[in-house]
Each structure stands twice: as structure tokens, then as C-alpha cells.
């Protein structure tokens, strides 16, 4: 079982594609991180190997993932099996120490400041130890994924370091960890679930964008005519008609209780004003319990729609074929705010247009999809569920940061994967595909 | 376990494409389907600066400049940037107070919006601008944006040139694909507004680009799209400066119009309206003060009485109706009316102020002594001329023959809003007499003298001078005979001003006995005591009568006699008879600029004239009424006596209302018609002919002379 012949040489049997996209992606990133700061009136080769600029911080950030994507390669695979439960602890510890040592950056309490001026974002790793964690808890020969039990376990692994992630203020990496469901999915969570989230979200959608009464009613009259129609089943079965009516009693209460109450007490102020400002409504701050108790916070004082505003102009402005490299008007005249962070996309969007954007677009998809046909290939269910869990955190990354910068999606603070500007979030993307193509090249095994 | 969800991978891979093609789907509609997000961008970044280009200058026909250019500057302000300004420092400059500040910003907001500048404060005065310019620095946001004014050196023409003022949502929406913008200065009147695309020129655009905070980072792509303000053209026109000078003076206080038209060229010397006004009052900060009083008098100072104002043209019209029933062969030049000091053939007698037996013996001494009955008669005999079976027809033919002089019509001067004036429809006609059937040349009798319906324009009075001058064509009346740099469009513009207009078949010959008549007319006739020193001319007066007072004053003429250089009409309103006003005014005119000076005698005239204050009471009791006092002159000039004594060349009372003849006057009329058709009309065509033939070779001789003075 732990037969492992090819371990001295590290790039064999390491999937050649992923290296290069990943390459690829963070030469992009760098490229985008350029565009935004470039400057004509300073000499950038000089500012390059003074590392001052963000671009050039980025590339000693990718040279030092770099060494540990081939360190990670050299490791043995079985290395992340033993240590993902320990490691899943050392997470929750440290993101429980941001309550007490936590610096505050950009309004969120999230991170650890260490050595050299560099701060640490627990909640980023924690996204690998969860994966790791989940891998491990679902590959484990006892643990039957088709019985409640586990599914409410896994829940568990899950949702205890995205709880402290709202805890931090960090709405948007504790909805990351809803990615998970891809690999529990994929291992035998029953789509009912999917369906009634899904369900969930068109309820709470419909209840931002109707009248509460209104949507009562039309709840009301679905339901009536689904006894109507169905008088003749309903006599053979009592239970159904109990069950409609049961449904009809849940969705009531969704719209009248869990959804203000999500948005007055689980949202901060800005969330709520944000997503309402998505449909175009107005959200009254004042009915919102968080940011009462927690107040003077400075989000709650810019709920316009500035951000998305500029982003959109950027990336419509670039057109079919772009404004052309470094010629964008929106990002030299740094109009869209934290341009090389959450918003790196724009850059891209108006600098290269529709071709630009559709074929980025089209290297991610083939990123995704490569690492599923990795996954599938796996004899391992630890290396499998790890490798949804990757495809999973990618993809709900991509999906709402880009959504968010042309406007379908409310703003939420995601990175980019790999473009983005940032040490931490670059860290921990290489550590998981790199971890990933360990665990592939030695997918012969069976790793528990 | 695993085997059995294999087919999971498959819709997730699914979920991924539909939720990257929703993702494609929405770039596909920001990116490609929307242009909204290139201009939001290009409004967010560049940073456009016009640079306007200078106006165009219009000069007179000896290069003299009408008017200038000089520079002034405005106060502009971009609100968005105006923070921190010391408010009590700047409304202490302008000597305004806080909320005027606050509504002065409020417009420029409203006006340009945030981001652009706005003028806060047009045309400062050059204490001002010094003080601004030191105290800048306390007010960030604002700054002085130069501006190129109108200046005019000779303090005339106010009406001809017209003014340039601010655009407004108007003048926008109607220009919309022209380049302006709120703040612009356009032609609004006048040759300002006729040339306004070669005056204005082309406006030059530089691009900065801009950055979030509105600080400008330096060219937009190396100024590869800037473009450079080409300076406006300048017109040359036919103008004098000196006759026109010299029309104003002779109108002012008097409310009238001149116009001198070089018969030759069509172009306009002069065209006087009054009242005027200096047109220094409406540019720069003058503007805002005067414009207000100059809209509201009563006396209309900017209407341009020349081109707009309607008038009988009374007796000045006599020649026109004489060449009508010449080139119809109605009546030959010794065609003579027996007048008693009366028309009595239409029933109400109406009364000519010459009684004397012979005075309308022939067409020339019933031109000189300008014989009301003797156009009556020719009038009548054009209307019921036997060749159009009805008056009707009669009617039409001559309306014909009327528009063809350019009367009933536009001409087309290169001026905004010409009046047409009026020839009056048969419509009309039908409308107060019922049918056609019973027209009679008796219900619009006094046409033949230019009274009824007929109405003209003093343009078009000097024009209809430079068709008998010139015997049969005129050129379009204008002002630009040049303009700066003419490439094509330019020269097809101006074409119709360098065509001919033959736009009667009347023979020459025809149109020299009429100027004999009108020589006539200044040697004994009603003109005889208006001399022009050195040359002969032909002139006609009229006395009109109206409907608002006292009878206008008219003045046609041109000079010299052969070969004309200089056609006028002058009319000044409720002034009495045409010889001892709008006479003298026209003589002088020709005068000045046949002869470029004036004689001392005639220079005590002018400064007469110049001092009569022919002002209606009604208009002077409207100052009084309104505290504007100061337009009334110092010299006042009682005119009730002259005018009363004159009023009786067309003393017909009720005359626009029609009358039907009795019967047994009809049958006289239908007598005495036959009388004077009966002139054989084939004699009279011989004598026409033997008249060219002698014409033409005089001509040949005159040309032989000259090509021998050429080759010697």
C-alpha cells in the first residue's frame, strides 16, 4: 500500500498541464498587478528590484512559492494525511488567537502580524487544513457517507472555522467554506440538500425582491393549488398534504423570520446595504442589531456602489479588443478602488476587452476542469475528496470575485486566485494545487 | 461508494460551465453590447480643454475692421474641486454676499455639472481680474479662463453684424452635432449669425487625462488625439463705413430705415435702421445691463427696420406701375390722363395735389409730378387689360409683374429673418369681395399708387432702384462679397450672390423712358430741390399713408443717371411728405459715396437733419412714462406744421376700403379704356425697336473707342 518507487524523482508523474497554468495564471497576475501600478513618470525597472511596488513584491511572493510548491513535491504524500488533523487544529488555534492577537486591516480583525513586516491570515490557511481534514474524515474506512451521521460531522469540520470567520468580520472567507460541498457532493451527499439550498436561496432572493405580504400570498395560493390539484393522491396518502402544508409553514417562516433575520443580525450594516443595493433597493442600517452593538465601524458609512460602479465602467470600457496594454483609462487613473486585490480583474477587463477577459475565463475553465479529470482518476478517496475540495475553493473564488466586479454578485472581500495581489492568498493556492499534484503523482496509491 | 457517484464529477463540471457561461453572458453585455461604459470612462478620465479659436473679423469694402477682437476673462470654477475656498475673501472681491455665492454655485452645477468648469463670473473688469490674479491661491478650484470679446471700433451696424451671445438649451438642441456646449458664444443675429460657421472658426480640443481624485497626469496618449483650433475667417463685405456712418446719423431721431445697394455688384453699402443702438453695449459685462432695456422699448431699437419693416411704399412705387403697363403696351410714353386734382372714376373722387391743366399731359411729367390719377388710371387699365378675359387674371399678371421687381418676396440677403412683406394674395381679395366674377379693378385701386395691401421692405425698395438702374436684373442684395480662404462650399454659398437675376423680360428701352421720368422728378419734378453735386440721378418720392399716424416719408433713388453706382431707399416713418425728409437723407447718401466727401453746404444739411427730432409723440410720452427720459433728444423739433402742408399729395380718406363703383361710372371707366388702347400697339413697337437698334450701335461705337484707347 505504501509502495512509493517514484518518490526520489518529484516530477515524475506530477500533471504537467496544472504546473503551467499555474505558472501562467501568476505571470498573468503579475502582468495585472503592473498594469495597476504602473506609473510613466517612474523608471520601473528601478522600482522592480527595489521591491516598493506592489508588482514587484508579487514576484518575490511567487519565487518564494516557487520553493515551496517544489518542496511540497519532495515531500512524501502521506505526509498530509498524518498531519491533517493536527494541522485542521493549529488552524482553529491560531484564527482563535486573532481574537487576541489580531491586527486590524481594512476593518477585519483576521490576521496575525509575524516577522518582517508580513501578516498572516489564518482563516486562508485554514481553507487547506479544512480540505485536508475533510479528505481524511471521508476516507476514513469506517465513516459510511451515506448516513446522516457523517454528512453532520463533515458539516461540523466545515462550519467551525467559517463561524469564526464571520466572527472576524470576514463574511467572504467564511462563505468559501461553503465550497466544500462539491467534494461532499461528489461522495455521496444527497442532491436533496443542494436542492433545498438552492431552494433557500431563491426564497431569500424572491423576499429581497418582492413585497413580504405579496410573496405570502403567492406562497399561499402555490400551495393551495397543489392540494387542489392533487385532492385524489391526497386521500389515498393523509401524510402528503401534511407535507406541502409543512413546507408551505417552513417558506412562510424563511420570509418572515430567517431572512431579516439574517440580514439584521448575521450581515454587518454594509453586507445588507450592499446586497439590497443589488436590486436596487435601499437598506435601512438602522434596523441592523450587528453594526448597532459594533459601532463606529467605517463600513457602515460608505454603502454606495461606488466600487461596483467603476469596476463595471472599467471592464465594460475595455470593449470587444481592449484599450490595449497599460492604456486603460479607469486604471491609470485609479478610479476602481482596491484595484489589485478584489478588483485585479478590472485591469484585466479594460486593458484587454472581451478577448482578454473570455480567454482568462477560458484558462481558468480548463484549470477546473483538469483538475476534476485529476480527481476522477484518483484511487484514493482522500486524494479525490481533497482534490473536489480544490476544484470546489477555485472555483467559488473565481465565481464570486468575478461576479462581483461585473455586478452580479453583491461586494464580498474574495480574492482572485492567483492574479490577485497578496501574499497569503497566493501562499495558500500554491500549497493547495501543489499539495494537489503531490497527491496525484502518486495516485497509484491508497492513501488513508 | 465512489464507483456509484462517479457521475457527479460530470455535473459538477456542469454546475461550473453554466455558472462561467452566466458569468461570459454578462461581459458579452458589458463589453460588447454597451457603449455607455467607454463614455462613463472617458467622462471619468479625460479631461477635455477647448481652446477657442479667435473669431473672424468683418471688414468694410476698403479693409476697414467693423469690428474686433480683444481678449476677457471669466471667472470659471470646477465645484468638485472648490474646497476650502476662502468664501468671505472672494464674495469681498466680487462684491457679492454668501448666497449669492451659494446660488452662483448651484447653477454652475446645474449648468456643467460637477466635474466640468463653469463660468462663475463673465467678463471681468480689469480691477478684478488683478485682484483674482493675486488672490488665487485662497481659492482652490477657481480660475480665470481667457475669452476672446467682440469690440467695434466705429460704433456702427449694430444690426447688420448682429451679437454673439452665450448659447443656450435652445440653441443646443437645435446645433446638436456641431460641437457646442453650454458656455459656448455664438452668432445670434445678424452676419454673426449668418456666417457663423466661417467666423467661428474650428475649436481646438486638448485630452488630459485625469486621475480619481481630478489631478491632472499629463496628456491623454501623447496628444495624439488633440486637435488644434483653426482661427475663424473673416468676411469682407461691400460695406461702407463712412455712408453708414453717416445713414445712422442722418436717422437718428427719427424712427426709419436707409439702405444704399450698389446696383453693379448687389452688395450692400450701407443699411441703416432707426432707432439703434452702439453695438459696444451688448458684448461683454456690458451686455447683461443693456440687453433688458433694449428688448423692452417700445421704439424697438434692435428690430432691423430695413429688412423687417414694413411700409406702403406709396408714390416710390409709380415707376413700377408705369413699366407694367409699358411692357404690356397699354400705354405708350406720350399716354397722357387729363387730371383735375381728381380721380373720380371709381366713385369717390380721390384727389391728386397738382391741379393745374397738363401736369399728367405725358408719362414723363406724370412721374415727375408724381399725378395720382394718372396711376390710377394706368393701374386700372393693367387690371382690366382685355388680354386676361377678367380683373382676376388682370390682377394675377400684374402681381406677376410686381414680384418680379422683388416686391411680395424674399430676396434672399444674406441676413437672418428677411420679411417678404406683402403683395396681397387674390385670397385676400376673394375673402372682402366674395367671387372672383365681380372683381373690379376699382376695389384695390390705390395698389397703383402703393397703398392698400402693398407693403415693402426698404431693401427692397433700394433693390427694385437697382432694377430700373440697371435696366431689368439685379443682383441678389448682400453683404459678403469675399470671405478669407474661399475653398468650394464657400463659392457655392456665395454664387447666388455673383449670378444675375434677370428676372423680368422687359425690354430696355422701356426701362429708359421710366428713368427718364424719374430724371424728371429731380430736375422739376417733387425731387427738384435734392441735388447731388456733381451728378444726375433719377429718384421718385412717396408720401405713404398708414395706419399709425402721420404719413411716412419715402425716398428711392439712384445715381448717376448713366451708369449707376449707388441705389437708395430711405424711409422715414410718420415724418410727412417723402421730399423734405427721406429726400434730403438719400441725396446725401449718394452723395458720400459718389463722392466720398461732402460738400460744406451739404455738411450744414446733415448736421440739420442730424438734429430733427421726428420722434412719434407716442413713442416720445412712452420714455416719459418709463423714466428713460434720456433717450429723448435735447433738441426738440415741432414738425406738426410742415407736416400738415405736405399731407396732400395722397389725401384720400378710407382708401383701404373697397367701394363698389355705380354703374354709370363703370361705363365711363370701360370708355375711356378703350381710348387709350386704342394707340396702335405695332407703332409703338417700332418705335421701341428703331430705339435699340440706334442703342446698339451706339454701344459698338463706344467699345471700338475704348479697344483703340487700349492699343494706343
Given at each position: ?16 498541464a496544472?504546473i ?6 501568476v505571470?498573468?497576475?503579475i502582468?495585472?498587478i ?6 510613466p ?10 521591491g ?12 518564494f512559492?516557487?520553493f ?14 498524518a ?12 484564527m ?7 491586527k486590524?486591516?481594512?476593518?477585519s480583525k483576521?490576521?496575525?502580524?509575524i ?11 485554514c481553507?487547506?487544513?479544512?480540505a ?16 446522516i ?22 463574511m ?23 436542492i ?8 431569500v432572493?424572491?423576499?429581497l425582491l ?12 402555490i400551495?393551495?393549488?397543489f392540494i ?10 393523509r401524510n ?11 417558506c ?9 433575520y ?8 454594509y453586507q445588507?446595504?450592499r446586497?439590497?443595493s ?6 435601512d ?9 459594533a ?16 469596476s463595471?465602467i ?13 492604456k486603460?483609462t479607469?486604471t ?15 485591469s ?6 472581451f ?11 480548463f ?11 484518483q ?8 482534490a ?14 468575478i ?7 453583491p ?11 497578496g ?13 494537489l499534484?503531490?497527491?496525484d503523482?502518486?495516485r ?5 | ?11 459538477i ?10 458569468i ?8 460588447i ?9 472617458d ?5 477635455r480643454k ?13 479693409r476697414r475692421?467693423l ?20 468664501t468671505?475673501?472672494?464674495c469681498?472681491i ?6 449669492e ?17 463653469g463660468?462663475f463670473e463673465?467678463?471681468?473688469s ?8 493675486e ?17 467695434y471700433?466705429?460704433?456702427?451696424a449694430?444690426h447688420?453684424?448682429?451679437y454673439?451671445?452665450?448659447?443656450d ?9 456641431e ?20 467666423l467661428?472658426?474650428?475649436?481646438g ?12 497626469q499629463?496628456?491623454f496618449?501623447k ?28 436717422l437718428?431721431?427719427?424712427i ?18 432707426s432707432?439703434?443702438y ?16 433694449l ?15 414694413q ?16 411692357d404690356?403696351g397699354?400705354?405708350s410714353?406720350?399716354?397722357?390722363y387729363?387730371c383735375?386734382?381728381l380721380y373720380t ?5 380721390r384727389?391728386?395735389e397738382h ?16 399725378c ?38 424674399k430676396?434672399g440677403?444674406?441676413l437672418?429673418?428677411?420679411?417678404k ?6 385670397a ?18 390705390t395698389?397703383?399708387?402703393g ?8 431693401l427692397?425698395l433700394a ?6 438702374a ?13 470671405l478669407e ?5 464657400d463659392?457655392?454659398i ?17 426701362f429708359?423712358?421710366?428713368?427718364e421720368?424719374?430724371?424728371d ?28 399716424g ?12 448713366d ?14 411728405f417723402?421730399?423734405t425728409?427721406?429726400?434730403p437723407i438719400?441725396g446725401?447718401?449718394m452723395?458720400?459715396y459718389?463722392?466720398d ?8 444739411k ?6 430733427v ?6 413713442i ?30 395722397m ?8 367701394q ?22 405695332t407703332?409703338?413697337?417700332?418705335t421701341?425697336?428703331?430705339d435699340s437698334?440706334a ?14 484707347v487700349?492699343?494706343t
Amino acid at each position: 500500500m505504501s509502495n512509493t518507487p517514484n518518490q526520489n524523482n518529484f516530477s515524475k508523474g506530477t500533471d504537467l498541464a496544472v504546473i503551467i497554468l499555474y505558472f501562467a495564471m501568476v505571470a498573468i497576475g503579475i502582468l495585472c498587478i503592473f498594469m495597476v501600478e504602473f506609473n510613466p513618470n517612474i523608471n520601473w525597472s528601478n522600482s522592480l528590484i527595489a521591491g516598493k511596488n506592489s508588482y514587484s513584491k508579487q514576484i518575490y511572493f511567487a519565487i518564494f512559492c516557487g520553493f515551496v510548491g517544489i518542496f511540497i513535491l519532495l515531500m512524501d504524500s502521506k505526509v498530509f494525511t498524518a498531519l491533517a488533523n493536527i494541522s485542521y487544529g493549529v488552524g482553529i488555534v491560531l484564527m482563535l488567537a486573532t481574537f487576541v492577537l489580531g491586527k486590524n486591516i481594512n476593518g477585519s480583525k483576521s490576521w496575525i502580524p509575524i516577522a518582517g513586516g508580513f501578516n498572516l491570515q489564518p482563516a486562508e490557511l485554514c481553507k487547506i487544513f479544512t480540505a485536508l481534514i475533510l479528505a481524511k474524515f471521508i476516507s476514513k474506512p469506517e465513516t459510511d457517507f451515506t448516513k446522516i451521521k457523517s454528512h453532520l460531522i463533515a458539516g461540523g469540520i466545515i462550519a467551525l472555522p467559517a463561524i469564526l470567520s464571520i466572527m472576524q468580520h470576514e463574511m467572504g472567507l467564511a462563505l468559501v467554506y461553503s465550497a466544500f460541498l462539491f467534494a461532499m457532493y461528489r461522495e455521496g451527499l444527497p442532491p436533496v440538500i443542494l436542492i433545498v439550498a438552492l431552494s433557500f436561496a431563491v426564497l431569500v432572493i424572491a423576499t429581497l425582491l418582492l413585497e413580504p405580504t405579496l410573496l405570502a400570498i403567492i406562497l399561499t395560493i402555490i400551495a393551495a393549488v397543489f392540494i387542489i390539484s392533487m385532492v385524489k393522491r391526497f386521500k389515498r396518502n393523509r401524510n402528503s398534504i401534511l407535507i406541502v402544508i409543512g413546507i408551505w409553514a417552513i417558506c412562510f417562516g424563511t420570509i418572515r423570520y430567517v431572512v431579516p433575520y439574517i440580514f439584521n443580525n448575521v450581515f454587518e450594516c454594509y453586507q445588507s446595504t450592499r446586497i439590497y443595493s443589488m436590486i436596487g433597493k435601499e437598506y435601512d442600517c438602522s434596523q441592523n442589531k450587528k453594526s448597532a452593538s459594533a459601532s463606529g465601524k467605517q463600513h457602515g458609512k460608505k454603502p454606495d456602489d461606488y466600487n461596483v460602479k467603476q469596476s463595471k465602467i472599467a471592464i465594460g470600457s475595455g470593449g470587444f479588443w481592449g484599450r490595449g496594454f497599460l492604456k486603460g483609462t479607469q486604471t491609470r487613473g485609479k478610479y476602481v478602488p482596491e484595484q489589485n486585490t478584489d478588483f485585479i480583474f478590472t485591469s484585466l477587463g479594460e486593458a484587454f476587452g472581451f478577448i482578454g477577459t473570455a480567454s482568462f475565463l477560458g484558462l481558468y475553465l480548463f484549470f477546473l476542469f483538469r483538475i476534476i479529470r485529476i480527481a476522477e482518476r484518483q484511487r484514493s478517496t482522500f486524494s479525490r475528496v481533497y482534490a473536489y475540495s480544490v476544484v470546489g475553493i477555485f472555483f467559488f473564488h473565481i465565481a464570486v470575485n468575478i461576479s462581483m466586479t461585473i455586478g452580479l454578485f453583491p461586494v464580498v472581500g474574495i480574492p482572485l486566485p492567483l492574479i490577485s495581489y497578496g501574499g497569503s492568498s497566493l501562499l495558500t493556492f500554491t500549497v493547495l494545487v501543489f499539495i494537489l499534484l503531490r497527491l496525484d503523482a502518486d495516485r497509484q496509491m491508497v492513501l488513508r | 461508494m465512489a464507483l456509484y457517484n462517479s457521475n457527479r464529477g460530470g455535473i459538477i463540471q456542469i454546475i461550473i460551465g453554466f455558472v462561467f457561461v452566466i458569468i461570459i453572458g454578462q461581459l458579452i453585455s458589458l463589453q460588447i453590447f454597451s457603449n455607455k461604459y467607454k463614455l462613463a470612462a472617458d467622462n471619468n478620465a479625460i479631461f477635455r480643454k477647448i481652446i477657442y479659436p479667435d473669431r473672424g473679423i468683418i471688414y468694410d469694402r476698403k479693409r476697414r475692421a467693423l469690428l474686433e477682437n480683444s481678449i476677457s476673462y471669466d471667472l470659471v470654477v470646477i465645484p468638485n474641486e472648490a474646497k476650502g475656498v476662502d468664501t468671505i475673501a472672494l464674495c469681498n472681491i466680487l462684491r457679492i454676499d454668501k448666497d449669492e455665492f451659494t446660488k452662483r454655485m448651484i447653477e454652475v452645477i446645474v449648468k456643467n455639472s460637477r466635474v466640468k468648469a463653469g463660468i462663475f463670473e463673465p467678463f471681468l473688469s480689469p480691477e478684478l481680474y488683478a485682484q483674482l490674479t493675486e488672490n488665487l491661491y485662497r481659492f482652490p478650484g477657481f480660475s480665470l479662463s481667457e475669452r476672446s470679446i467682440r469690440t467695434y471700433p466705429y460704433n456702427t451696424a449694430a444690426h447688420v453684424l448682429g451679437y454673439v451671445a452665450e448659447v443656450d438649451v435652445n440653441f443646443l438642441q437645435k446645433h446638436e452635432d456641431e460641437g457646442y456646449e453650454m458656455g459656448d458664444y455664438a452668432g445670434m443675429t445678424g452676419l454673426e449669425k449668418q456666417y457663423e460657421n466661417v467666423l467661428m472658426g474650428q475649436r481646438g480640443v486638448k485630452r488630459f487625462l485625469r486621475d480619481n481624485k481630478g489631478k491632472i497626469q499629463g496628456a491623454f496618449e501623447k496628444g495624439q488625439f488633440d486637435t488644434l483650433a483653426v482661427a475663424g475667417r473673416n468676411l469682407y463685405t461691400s460695406m461702407d463705413v463712412d455712408v453708414q456712418q453717416l445713414a445712422e446719423k442722418l436717422l437718428q431721431h427719427k424712427i426709419g430705415s436707409a439702405v444704399v445697394i450698389n446696383p453693379k455688384t448687389g452688395g450692400v453699402i450701407a443699411m441703416a435702421s432707426s432707432p439703434g443702438y452702439n453695438p459696444n453695449l451688448l458684448t461683454g459685462n456690458q451686455r447683461r445691463r443693456t440687453i433688458g432695456s433694449l428688448l423692452t422699448d417700445t421704439a424697438r431699437p434692435i428690430y432691423n427696420r430695413a429688412i423687417k419693416g414694413q411700409y406702403p411704399p406709396g408714390s416710390t412705387f409709380k415707376p413700377m406701375g408705369a413699366l407694367i403697363a409699358l411692357d404690356e403696351g397699354l400705354i405708350s410714353p406720350s399716354f397722357g390722363y387729363n387730371c383735375f386734382g381728381l380721380y373720380t372714376s371709381c366713385g369717390d373722387p380721390r384727389k391728386c395735389e397738382h391741379h393745374n391743366a397738363g401736369h399728367a399731359a405725358n408719362l414723363q411729367l406724370a412721374l415727375a409730378n408724381s399725378c395720382n390719377s394718372y396711376f390710377l388710371q394706368v393701374f386700372r387699365m393693367a387690371i382690366d387689360n382685355p388680354k386676361y378675359h377678367n380683373a382676376k387674371q388682370g390682377y394675377l399678371k400684374w402681381k406677376e409683374y410686381v414680384n418680379s421687381f422683388g416686391l411680395g418676396r424674399k430676396l434672399g440677403i444674406d441676413l437672418p429673418s428677411e420679411n417678404k412683406a406683402s403683395i396681397p394674395d387674390t385670397a385676400q381679395y376673394n375673402k372682402d369681395f366674395g367671387n372672383p366674377k365681380y372683381w373690379n379693378s376699382c376695389y384695390m385701386l390705390t395698389l397703383g399708387i402703393g397703398q392698400d395691401r402693398m407693403t415693402a421692405t426698404p431693401l427692397q425698395l433700394a433693390n427694385a432702384m437697382a432694377l430700373i438702374a440697371n435696366e431689368g436684373f439685379y443682383y441678389t442684395p448682400h453683404f459678403v462679397d469675399s470671405l478669407e480662404d474661399e475653398d468650394e462650399d464657400d463659392k457655392a454659398i456665395l454664387a447666388k450672390f455673383r449670378t444675375k437675376q434677370e428676372v423680368t423680360k422687359i425690354s430696355g428701352d422701356i426701362f429708359k423712358i421710366i428713368k427718364e421720368g424719374m430724371h424728371d422728378v429731380t430736375v422739376y419734378g417733387t425731387a427738384a430741390g435734392i441735388k447731388v453735386p456733381g451728378h444726375e440721378y433719377c429718384a421718385k418720392t412717396g408720401t405713404a399713408q398708414n395706419p399709425h399716424g402721420k404719413n411716412h416719408s419715402l425716398f428711392v433713388c439712384f445715381a448717376p443717371k448713366d451708369n449707376p453706382k449707388v441705389a437708395v431707399a430711405v424711409v422715414v416713418e410718420n415724418a410727412g411728405f417723402g421730399a423734405t425728409w427721406a429726400g434730403p437723407i438719400g441725396g446725401l447718401l449718394m452723395e458720400k459715396y459718389l463722392n466720398d466727401t461732402l460738400t460744406a453746404e451739404s455738411k450744414t444739411k446733415t448736421e440739420y437733419l442730424a438734429n430733427v427730432d421726428l420722434m412719434p409723440q407716442s413713442i416720445k410720452d412712452w420714455y416719459v412714462r418709463n423714466n428713460k427720459s434720456e433717450r429723448l433728444t435735447p433738441i426738440e423739433y415741432n414738425n406738426d406744421e410742415l407736416g400738415d402742408v405736405w399731407d396732400m399729395e395722397m389725401v384720400s380718406e378710407n382708401n383701404a376700403k373697397p367701394q363698389k363703383p355705380k354703374d354709370t361710372i363703370q361705363k365711363a371707366v370701360d370708355s375711356s379704356f378703350k381710348k387709350t388702347s386704342s394707340i396702335p400697339p405695332t407703332n409703338n413697337s417700332n418705335t421701341v425697336k428703331k430705339d435699340s437698334a440706334a442703342l446698339i450701335n451706339k454701344k459698338k461705337k463706344k467699345t471700338i473707342n475704348t479697344k483703340n484707347v487700349q492699343h494706343t
